[in-house]
Protein backbone atom coordinates (compact mmCIF):
# COMPACT_ATOMS: atom_id res chain seq x y z
CA UNK A 1 0.00 0.00 0.00
CA UNK A 2 2.68 2.14 1.05
CA UNK A 3 4.49 1.95 -2.48
CA UNK A 4 1.06 2.44 -4.18
CA UNK A 5 0.43 5.59 -2.78
CA UNK A 6 3.88 6.80 -3.07
CA UNK A 7 3.33 5.76 -7.16
CA UNK A 8 -0.05 7.26 -6.89
CA UNK A 9 1.56 10.64 -5.84
CA UNK A 10 4.50 10.63 -8.34
CA UNK A 11 1.63 10.32 -10.98
CA UNK A 12 -0.36 12.91 -10.29
CA UNK A 13 3.09 15.09 -10.07
CA UNK A 14 4.14 14.07 -13.58
CA UNK A 15 0.52 15.37 -14.78
CA UNK A 16 0.19 18.43 -13.14
CA UNK A 17 3.80 19.05 -14.47
CA UNK A 18 3.30 17.74 -18.12
CA UNK A 19 -0.61 18.21 -18.62
CA UNK A 20 -0.17 16.85 -22.51
CA UNK A 21 -0.44 13.30 -22.53
CA UNK A 22 -1.55 10.76 -25.53
CA UNK A 23 -4.16 8.27 -24.83
CA UNK A 24 -5.14 5.06 -27.45
CA UNK A 25 -7.79 3.49 -25.97
CA UNK A 26 -8.76 0.29 -27.58
CA UNK A 27 -12.11 0.02 -27.93
CA UNK A 28 -14.26 -2.80 -26.49
CA UNK A 29 -16.70 -5.64 -28.48
CA UNK A 30 -19.14 -4.83 -25.83
CA UNK A 31 -18.88 -1.00 -27.17
CA UNK A 32 -20.83 0.24 -29.92
CA UNK A 33 -18.38 1.64 -33.41
CA UNK A 34 -15.59 3.13 -32.10
CA UNK A 35 -17.05 4.51 -28.26
CA UNK A 36 -16.25 8.18 -28.11
CA UNK A 37 -14.49 8.53 -31.51
CA UNK A 38 -17.77 7.74 -33.12
CA UNK A 39 -17.63 11.77 -34.19
CA UNK A 40 -15.18 10.75 -37.03
CA UNK A 41 -17.78 8.98 -38.99
CA UNK A 42 -20.71 10.59 -40.71
CA UNK A 43 -24.01 9.72 -39.34
CA UNK A 44 -21.91 8.33 -36.35
CA UNK A 45 -21.83 5.21 -38.30
CA UNK A 46 -18.17 3.53 -38.81
CA UNK A 47 -17.63 1.57 -42.33
CA UNK A 48 -19.09 -1.80 -42.41
CA UNK A 49 -17.12 -5.23 -43.91
CA UNK A 50 -14.34 -5.53 -41.41
CA UNK A 51 -14.65 -8.38 -39.44
CA UNK A 52 -12.00 -10.06 -39.42
CA UNK A 53 -10.41 -11.08 -35.56
CA UNK A 54 -7.49 -9.62 -36.07
CA UNK A 55 -9.03 -5.83 -36.47
CA UNK A 56 -8.67 -3.94 -33.32
CA UNK A 57 -10.44 -0.40 -32.79
CA UNK A 58 -8.45 2.29 -31.31
CA UNK A 59 -10.12 5.89 -30.46
CA UNK A 60 -6.70 7.91 -30.50
CA UNK A 61 -6.90 10.34 -28.26
CA UNK A 62 -4.72 13.29 -27.01
CA UNK A 63 -5.49 15.54 -23.71
CA UNK A 64 -7.75 13.48 -22.88
CA UNK A 65 -10.02 14.61 -26.19
CA UNK A 66 -10.10 12.31 -29.10
CA UNK A 67 -8.65 13.27 -32.14
CA UNK A 68 -9.16 10.59 -34.68
CA UNK A 69 -10.48 6.68 -34.80
CA UNK A 70 -7.98 3.63 -35.92
CA UNK A 71 -8.72 -0.08 -37.11
CA UNK A 72 -5.82 -1.79 -37.18
CA UNK A 73 -4.67 -4.71 -38.19
CA UNK A 74 -2.63 -7.20 -35.83
CA UNK A 75 -2.18 -10.12 -38.56
CA UNK A 76 -0.55 -6.94 -40.99
CA UNK A 77 1.09 -5.02 -38.31
CA UNK A 78 -0.70 -1.71 -39.91
CA UNK A 79 -3.77 0.22 -39.79
CA UNK A 80 -5.98 0.06 -42.79
CA UNK A 81 -7.72 2.94 -42.50
CA UNK A 82 -7.69 5.95 -40.22
CA UNK A 83 -11.12 8.45 -39.69
CA UNK A 84 -10.08 12.32 -39.42
CA UNK A 85 -11.73 15.49 -39.99
CA UNK A 86 -10.14 18.21 -41.33
CA UNK A 87 -8.90 20.90 -38.90
CA UNK A 88 -6.19 23.72 -40.63
CA UNK A 89 -2.63 22.90 -41.75
CA UNK A 90 0.05 23.44 -39.05
CA UNK A 91 3.52 23.51 -39.54
CA UNK A 92 5.59 20.62 -38.67
CA UNK A 93 6.46 19.61 -35.49
CA UNK A 94 9.20 17.60 -33.50
CA UNK A 95 8.15 13.63 -34.11
CA UNK A 96 7.13 12.17 -30.66
CA UNK A 97 6.42 8.34 -31.52
CA UNK A 98 4.25 6.29 -29.10
CA UNK A 99 2.83 2.42 -29.08
CA UNK A 100 0.18 0.98 -28.02
CA UNK A 101 0.42 -1.34 -24.97
CA UNK A 102 -3.23 -2.80 -24.58
CA UNK A 103 -2.56 -4.14 -28.51
CA UNK A 104 -0.01 -6.50 -27.07
CA UNK A 105 -1.06 -7.33 -23.43
CA UNK A 106 -4.51 -6.12 -22.89
CA UNK A 107 -4.48 -7.71 -19.49
CA UNK A 108 -1.99 -4.50 -18.50
CA UNK A 109 -2.64 -1.70 -16.60
CA UNK A 110 -2.02 1.05 -19.40
CA UNK A 111 -4.81 2.78 -20.64
CA UNK A 112 -2.92 4.78 -22.88
CA UNK A 113 0.08 5.25 -25.60
CA UNK A 114 3.66 5.41 -24.13
CA UNK A 115 7.02 5.47 -25.46
CA UNK A 116 8.46 2.44 -26.76
CA UNK A 117 11.24 2.38 -24.28
CA UNK A 118 9.37 3.38 -21.28
CA UNK A 119 7.77 -0.03 -21.62
CA UNK A 120 9.92 -2.69 -22.60
CA UNK A 121 10.25 -5.54 -20.34
CA UNK A 122 6.98 -4.30 -18.50
CA UNK A 123 4.40 -5.31 -21.26
CA UNK A 124 4.23 -8.82 -22.21
CA UNK A 125 4.84 -9.73 -25.98
CA UNK A 126 5.47 -6.31 -26.70
CA UNK A 127 5.64 -6.21 -30.36
CA UNK A 128 3.54 -9.11 -31.30
CA UNK A 129 0.44 -7.77 -32.65
CA UNK A 130 1.85 -3.99 -33.58
CA UNK A 131 4.67 -2.47 -35.21
CA UNK A 132 7.66 -1.50 -33.22
CA UNK A 133 10.59 1.25 -34.28
CA UNK A 134 12.94 -1.08 -34.35
CA UNK A 135 11.09 -2.86 -37.34
CA UNK A 136 11.63 0.28 -39.26
CA UNK A 137 15.22 1.53 -38.21
CA UNK A 138 17.49 -0.05 -41.20
CA UNK A 139 14.95 -1.16 -43.46
CA UNK A 140 14.73 1.41 -46.23
CA UNK A 141 11.52 2.54 -45.13
CA UNK A 142 9.80 5.10 -43.38
CA UNK A 143 6.80 5.15 -41.05
CA UNK A 144 4.44 7.19 -43.25
CA UNK A 145 1.27 8.76 -41.80
CA UNK A 146 -2.14 7.27 -42.68
CA UNK A 147 -3.67 10.65 -40.85
CA UNK A 148 -0.98 12.83 -42.01
CA UNK A 149 0.37 15.66 -39.43
CA UNK A 150 -0.16 18.32 -41.44
CA UNK A 151 -3.65 18.24 -42.14
CA UNK A 152 -3.72 18.68 -38.41
CA UNK A 153 -3.25 21.27 -35.81
CA UNK A 154 -1.96 21.70 -32.25
CA UNK A 155 -3.52 18.72 -30.36
CA UNK A 156 -4.93 17.14 -33.33
CA UNK A 157 -1.20 17.38 -35.12
CA UNK A 158 0.27 15.43 -32.11
CA UNK A 159 -2.09 12.58 -31.68
CA UNK A 160 -1.07 11.70 -35.46
CA UNK A 161 2.57 10.61 -34.11
CA UNK A 162 1.44 6.68 -33.49
CA UNK A 163 3.04 3.50 -34.89
CA UNK A 164 -0.81 2.44 -35.18
CA UNK A 165 -1.67 5.47 -37.19
CA UNK A 166 1.73 4.40 -39.47
CA UNK A 167 2.38 2.26 -42.68
CA UNK A 168 6.20 1.48 -44.23
CA UNK A 169 6.76 4.29 -46.86
CA UNK A 170 9.64 4.71 -48.91
CA UNK A 171 10.62 8.31 -48.25
CA UNK A 172 9.91 10.01 -51.68
CA UNK A 173 6.70 7.93 -51.41
CA UNK A 174 5.24 8.93 -48.22
CA UNK A 175 6.42 12.56 -49.30
CA UNK A 176 4.52 12.37 -51.91
CA UNK A 177 1.73 10.95 -50.54
CA UNK A 178 1.31 13.18 -47.64
CA UNK A 179 1.74 16.37 -50.32
CA UNK A 180 -0.72 14.77 -52.34
CA UNK A 181 -3.70 14.41 -49.84
CA UNK A 182 -2.82 17.99 -48.41
CA UNK A 183 -3.01 19.55 -52.05
CA UNK A 184 -6.30 17.50 -52.68
CA UNK A 185 -7.93 17.92 -49.25
CA UNK A 186 -7.09 22.23 -49.03
CA UNK A 187 -7.33 22.93 -52.64
CA UNK A 188 -10.12 20.71 -53.47
CA UNK A 189 -12.28 18.77 -51.16
CA UNK A 190 -12.58 21.90 -48.58
CA UNK A 191 -13.47 24.73 -50.96
CA UNK A 192 -16.18 22.55 -52.00
CA UNK A 193 -18.05 21.60 -49.00
CA UNK A 194 -20.25 24.10 -47.67
CA UNK A 195 -19.57 22.91 -44.21
CA UNK A 196 -16.36 22.41 -43.03
CA UNK A 197 -16.92 20.26 -39.72
CA UNK A 198 -18.93 18.11 -41.69
CA UNK A 199 -16.26 17.06 -44.33
CA UNK A 200 -15.13 13.60 -43.24
CA UNK A 201 -11.68 12.21 -44.67
CA UNK A 202 -11.29 8.42 -44.58
CA UNK A 203 -7.18 7.37 -45.23
CA UNK A 204 -6.29 3.38 -46.05
CA UNK A 205 -3.66 1.15 -46.63
CA UNK A 206 -4.11 -2.66 -48.91
CA UNK A 207 -2.05 -4.69 -47.10
CA UNK A 208 0.46 -6.77 -49.21
CA UNK A 209 2.31 -9.92 -48.72
CA UNK A 210 5.97 -7.74 -49.18
CA UNK A 211 6.97 -7.74 -45.33
CA UNK A 212 9.78 -5.44 -43.45
CA UNK A 213 11.62 -7.75 -41.35
CA UNK A 214 9.27 -10.18 -42.34
CA UNK A 215 6.69 -8.83 -39.83
CA UNK A 216 5.25 -5.67 -41.10
CA UNK A 217 3.44 -5.39 -44.29
CA UNK A 218 4.43 -3.25 -47.15
CA UNK A 219 1.08 -1.36 -48.40
CA UNK A 220 0.64 -2.10 -51.96
CA UNK A 221 -2.01 1.27 -52.33
CA UNK A 222 -2.90 3.73 -50.43
CA UNK A 223 -6.19 5.73 -50.58
CA UNK A 224 -8.22 8.01 -49.45
CA UNK A 225 -12.11 8.32 -49.61
CA UNK A 226 -13.90 11.51 -48.69
CA UNK A 227 -17.55 12.54 -47.24
CA UNK A 228 -18.89 16.10 -47.19
CA UNK A 229 -22.63 15.42 -44.92
CA UNK A 230 -24.16 18.53 -45.84
CA UNK A 231 -26.60 20.24 -47.96
CA UNK A 232 -25.37 19.32 -51.50
CA UNK A 233 -22.95 16.84 -50.32
CA UNK A 234 -20.91 14.77 -51.94
CA UNK A 235 -18.11 11.64 -52.00
CA UNK A 236 -14.91 10.74 -53.69
CA UNK A 237 -12.18 8.63 -53.75
CA UNK A 238 -8.84 8.76 -54.76
CA UNK A 239 -5.91 6.01 -54.84
CA UNK A 240 -2.21 5.66 -54.99
CA UNK A 241 -0.46 2.55 -56.20
CA UNK A 242 3.34 1.63 -54.35
CA UNK A 243 5.08 1.29 -57.64
CA UNK A 244 4.08 4.79 -59.07
CA UNK A 245 4.37 7.49 -56.42
CA UNK A 246 3.13 9.97 -58.92
CA UNK A 247 0.25 8.27 -59.51
CA UNK A 248 -3.18 9.53 -58.16
CA UNK A 249 -6.54 8.30 -59.71
CA UNK A 250 -9.62 9.57 -58.40
CA UNK A 251 -13.11 7.37 -58.63
CA UNK A 252 -16.36 7.16 -56.87
CA UNK A 253 -16.93 5.69 -53.48
CA UNK A 254 -18.41 2.66 -54.79
CA UNK A 255 -15.75 1.88 -56.96
CA UNK A 256 -12.93 2.20 -54.51
CA UNK A 257 -14.84 -0.13 -52.40
CA UNK A 258 -14.57 -3.01 -54.92
CA UNK A 259 -10.61 -2.48 -54.15
CA UNK A 260 -11.15 -3.29 -50.45
CA UNK A 261 -12.91 -6.46 -48.71
CA UNK A 262 -16.12 -8.03 -49.73
CA UNK A 263 -19.12 -6.70 -48.11
CA UNK A 264 -16.97 -3.39 -47.09
CA UNK A 265 -19.37 0.06 -47.53
CA UNK A 266 -17.32 2.98 -46.26
CA UNK A 267 -19.99 5.83 -45.46
CA UNK A 268 -23.47 5.68 -44.35
CA UNK A 269 -26.03 5.81 -47.73
CA UNK A 270 -22.84 6.02 -49.66
CA UNK A 271 -22.96 9.66 -48.41
CA UNK A 272 -24.61 11.40 -51.35
CA UNK A 273 -24.54 8.32 -53.62
CA UNK A 274 -26.90 9.19 -56.65
CA UNK A 275 -28.09 12.77 -55.63
CA UNK A 276 -24.81 14.76 -54.91
CA UNK A 277 -24.30 17.26 -57.26
CA UNK A 278 -22.91 16.90 -61.10
CA UNK A 279 -21.61 20.29 -60.97
CA UNK A 280 -19.69 20.08 -57.73
CA UNK A 281 -18.68 16.42 -58.46
CA UNK A 282 -17.33 17.99 -61.84
CA UNK A 283 -15.14 21.17 -60.04
CA UNK A 284 -13.82 18.78 -57.51
CA UNK A 285 -12.69 16.77 -60.30
CA UNK A 286 -11.41 19.41 -62.35
CA UNK A 287 -9.21 20.61 -59.58
CA UNK A 288 -7.82 17.24 -58.52
CA UNK A 289 -6.82 17.34 -62.12
CA UNK A 290 -4.94 20.22 -61.92
CA UNK A 291 -3.10 19.22 -58.90
CA UNK A 292 -2.21 15.80 -60.74
CA UNK A 293 -1.47 17.52 -63.95
CA UNK A 294 0.62 20.45 -61.99
CA UNK A 295 2.39 17.80 -60.17
CA UNK A 296 3.53 15.99 -63.67
CA UNK A 297 4.61 19.36 -65.00
CA UNK A 298 6.68 20.11 -61.82
CA UNK A 299 8.77 16.72 -62.36
CA UNK A 300 9.39 17.12 -65.70
CA UNK A 301 10.91 20.53 -65.06
CA UNK A 302 12.71 19.65 -62.32
CA UNK A 303 14.25 16.58 -64.29
CA UNK A 304 15.47 18.93 -67.21
CA UNK A 305 16.79 21.09 -64.46
CA UNK A 306 18.77 18.59 -63.38
CA UNK A 307 19.98 17.41 -66.93
CA UNK A 308 20.98 20.94 -67.98
CA UNK A 309 22.55 21.98 -64.61
CA UNK A 310 25.82 20.73 -63.96
CA UNK A 311 27.30 23.53 -61.58
CA UNK A 312 24.13 22.45 -59.59
CA UNK A 313 24.94 18.60 -59.28
CA UNK A 314 28.85 19.81 -58.55
CA UNK A 315 27.51 21.87 -56.14
CA UNK A 316 25.09 19.21 -54.63
CA UNK A 317 27.72 16.51 -54.57
CA UNK A 318 30.25 19.00 -52.36
CA UNK A 319 27.42 19.86 -50.13
CA UNK A 320 26.61 16.51 -49.23
CA UNK A 321 29.04 15.36 -46.99
CA UNK A 322 28.54 19.01 -45.01
CA UNK A 323 24.98 18.44 -45.24
CA UNK A 324 25.45 14.35 -43.71
CA UNK A 325 27.53 16.36 -41.29
CA UNK A 326 25.59 18.91 -40.24
CA UNK A 327 22.54 16.56 -39.58
CA UNK A 328 24.95 14.34 -37.50
CA UNK A 329 25.71 17.54 -35.38
CA UNK A 330 22.19 17.71 -35.15
CA UNK A 331 21.41 14.52 -34.39
CA UNK A 332 24.20 14.34 -31.41
CA UNK A 333 22.74 17.66 -29.97
CA UNK A 334 19.26 16.29 -30.19
CA UNK A 335 20.53 13.33 -27.97
CA UNK A 336 22.05 15.35 -25.81
CA UNK A 337 19.84 17.24 -24.81
CA UNK A 338 17.66 14.43 -24.75
CA UNK A 339 20.27 12.69 -22.34
CA UNK A 340 20.32 15.92 -19.94
CA UNK A 341 16.51 16.22 -19.75
CA UNK A 342 16.81 12.30 -19.11
CA UNK A 343 19.05 12.84 -16.17
CA UNK A 344 17.41 15.77 -14.83
CA UNK A 345 14.04 13.77 -14.89
CA UNK A 346 16.37 10.77 -12.57
CA UNK A 347 17.70 13.41 -10.46
CA UNK A 348 14.33 15.44 -10.03
CA UNK A 349 12.55 11.63 -9.67
CA UNK A 350 14.92 10.63 -6.84
CA UNK A 351 15.07 13.51 -4.91
CA UNK A 352 10.62 13.96 -5.52
CA UNK A 353 11.28 10.23 -3.99
CA UNK A 354 13.02 10.68 -1.01
CA UNK A 355 11.06 14.04 0.07
CA UNK A 356 7.85 12.19 -0.51
CA UNK A 357 9.37 9.63 1.54
CA UNK A 358 10.32 11.31 4.16
CA UNK A 359 6.81 13.56 3.72
CA UNK A 360 4.70 9.93 4.33
CA UNK A 361 7.02 8.89 7.50
CA UNK A 362 6.33 11.87 8.78
CA UNK A 363 2.87 12.14 8.27
CA UNK A 364 2.62 8.52 9.51
CA UNK A 365 4.33 9.30 12.84
CA UNK A 366 1.97 12.79 13.28
CA UNK A 367 -0.89 10.34 12.28
CA UNK A 368 0.23 7.67 14.96
CA UNK A 369 0.69 10.19 17.63
CA UNK A 370 -2.46 11.76 16.93
CA UNK A 371 -4.21 8.52 17.07
CA UNK A 372 -2.60 7.63 20.42
CA UNK A 373 -3.61 10.92 22.33
CA UNK A 374 -7.22 10.86 20.81
CA UNK A 375 -7.45 7.64 22.28
CA UNK A 376 -5.96 8.24 25.71
CA UNK A 377 -8.05 11.23 25.86
CA UNK A 378 -11.21 9.18 24.74
CA UNK A 379 -10.44 6.42 27.81
CA UNK A 380 -10.70 8.80 30.61
CA UNK A 381 -14.13 9.56 30.99
CA UNK A 382 -14.85 5.78 29.85
CA UNK A 383 -12.61 4.53 33.16
CA UNK A 384 -14.24 7.03 35.16
CA UNK A 385 -17.93 6.56 34.45
CA UNK A 386 -16.58 2.52 34.65
CA UNK A 387 -15.02 2.95 38.65
CA UNK A 388 -18.75 5.09 39.49
CA UNK A 389 -20.34 2.10 37.91
CA UNK A 390 -18.53 -0.83 39.87
CA UNK A 391 -19.05 1.56 43.11
CA UNK A 392 -22.73 1.90 42.69
CA UNK A 393 -23.05 -1.65 41.94
CA UNK A 394 -21.03 -2.68 44.56
CA UNK A 395 -23.44 -0.34 47.25
CA UNK A 396 -26.36 -1.99 45.58
CA UNK A 397 -24.64 -5.61 46.15
CA UNK A 398 -24.28 -5.23 49.70
CA UNK A 399 -28.51 -3.76 50.69
CA UNK A 400 -29.35 -6.68 48.72
CA UNK A 401 -27.13 -8.66 51.02
CA UNK A 402 -28.57 -7.08 54.04
CA UNK A 403 -32.54 -7.30 53.19
CA UNK A 404 -31.49 -11.14 52.08
CA UNK A 405 -30.40 -11.78 56.28
CA UNK A 406 -33.25 -10.22 57.26
CA UNK A 407 -35.68 -11.52 55.21
CA UNK A 408 -34.06 -14.87 56.58
CA UNK A 409 -34.23 -13.81 60.27
CA UNK A 410 -37.69 -12.83 59.89
CA UNK A 411 -39.44 -16.00 57.78
CA UNK A 412 -38.53 -18.12 61.20
CA UNK A 413 -42.14 -19.23 62.88
CA UNK A 414 -42.45 -17.34 66.03
CA UNK A 415 -44.96 -20.42 67.47
CA UNK A 416 -41.89 -22.47 67.26
CA UNK A 417 -39.76 -20.51 69.01
CA UNK A 418 -42.77 -20.60 72.10
CA UNK A 419 -42.70 -24.26 71.80
CA UNK A 420 -39.33 -24.61 71.50
CA UNK A 421 -38.46 -22.36 75.24
CA UNK A 422 -41.87 -24.17 76.84
CA UNK A 423 -40.20 -27.63 76.19
CA UNK A 424 -38.48 -28.20 79.86
CA UNK A 425 -41.31 -26.87 81.40
CA UNK A 426 -43.63 -29.18 80.14
CA UNK A 427 -41.28 -31.64 79.92
CA UNK A 428 -40.81 -31.81 83.96
CA UNK A 429 -44.61 -31.84 84.53
CA UNK A 430 -45.36 -34.59 82.68
CA UNK A 431 -43.17 -36.98 84.92
CA UNK A 432 -45.73 -37.24 87.86
CA UNK A 433 -48.53 -38.08 85.42
CA UNK A 434 -46.28 -40.79 83.51
CA UNK A 435 -45.34 -42.30 86.79
CA UNK A 436 -49.25 -42.34 87.77
CA UNK A 437 -49.68 -44.15 84.49
CA UNK A 438 -46.82 -46.34 84.77
CA UNK A 439 -48.00 -47.71 88.19
CA UNK A 440 -51.40 -48.10 86.83
CA UNK A 441 -50.30 -50.43 84.25
CA UNK A 442 -48.06 -52.62 86.86
CA UNK A 443 -51.31 -53.19 88.88
CA UNK A 444 -53.46 -53.79 86.12
CA UNK A 445 -51.34 -56.19 85.07
CA UNK A 446 -51.02 -58.27 88.22
CA UNK A 447 -55.20 -57.89 88.78
CA UNK A 448 -55.00 -59.57 84.89
CA UNK A 449 -52.88 -62.27 85.98
CA UNK A 450 -54.55 -62.84 89.12
CA UNK A 451 -57.98 -63.11 86.98
CA UNK A 452 -56.52 -65.33 84.33
CA UNK A 453 -55.19 -67.55 86.80
CA UNK A 454 -58.53 -67.97 89.04
CA UNK A 455 -60.60 -68.48 85.74
CA UNK A 456 -57.95 -71.49 84.70
CA UNK A 457 -58.63 -73.18 88.18
CA UNK A 458 -61.98 -72.71 87.47
CA UNK A 459 -62.07 -74.23 83.90
CA UNK A 460 -60.10 -76.63 85.81
CA UNK A 461 -62.89 -77.92 87.89
CA UNK A 462 -65.39 -77.76 85.94
CA UNK A 463 -63.74 -80.08 83.31
CA UNK A 464 -63.04 -82.76 86.08
CA UNK A 465 -66.40 -82.32 87.61
CA UNK A 466 -67.90 -82.93 84.34
CA UNK A 467 -65.63 -85.93 83.59
CA UNK A 468 -66.94 -87.62 87.11
CA UNK A 469 -70.44 -87.14 85.93
CA UNK A 470 -69.77 -88.52 82.98
CA UNK A 471 -68.02 -91.61 83.22
CA UNK A 472 -68.62 -92.05 87.23
CA UNK A 473 -71.95 -94.76 87.56
CA UNK A 474 -74.31 -93.16 90.29
CA UNK A 475 -75.10 -95.18 93.01
CA UNK A 476 -78.33 -95.68 95.04
CA UNK A 477 -79.36 -93.96 97.75
CA UNK A 478 -78.27 -96.18 100.10
CA UNK A 479 -74.89 -96.56 99.29
Not at 77 to 88: D, G, Q
Not at 147 to 159: I, V, Y
Not at 307 to 329: C, D, H, N, Q, Y
Amino acid sequence: REWTMKTSIVFLLCISVFPGFSQGRVVGEDETGFAECNVFFPGQVPPEGFTEPFHVKICQQYNKEPRFATLYSTKDKIPLYSAFKYTKPAQNKEENWLVEPQIDDPENDLHEMVHEADIVGTVANLGANQALTSDYVGSGYERGLLNPSLLNEEDFQMATYTLTNAVPLSPSLSKSWHRDIARVVEQALVPHCSKKDHLYLLAGAIPSSVRVKGKVSVPDTLWLAACCDAPGGWSLGLVKKMNDENSLADLMVGELEKQLLAGVHLFKGNCGGDNQSQEKTEAILQAVGQIRSGEQVGTSDNQEAKGSGLVRRVAAIIATPFIKLLELLIYVFVELVKFVFYFLWLVIKRVGGTVLDGVYSLWNGVVSYLKAITMVLISIPYDVGRVIVNIFLGFLQIVQDVASLTYRILRIPVGFVLHLAAFPYHSICAIPSVLKDVATGIGGTFSLVIDATATLLHGFYYLAGYIVKRFVPKGSSDD
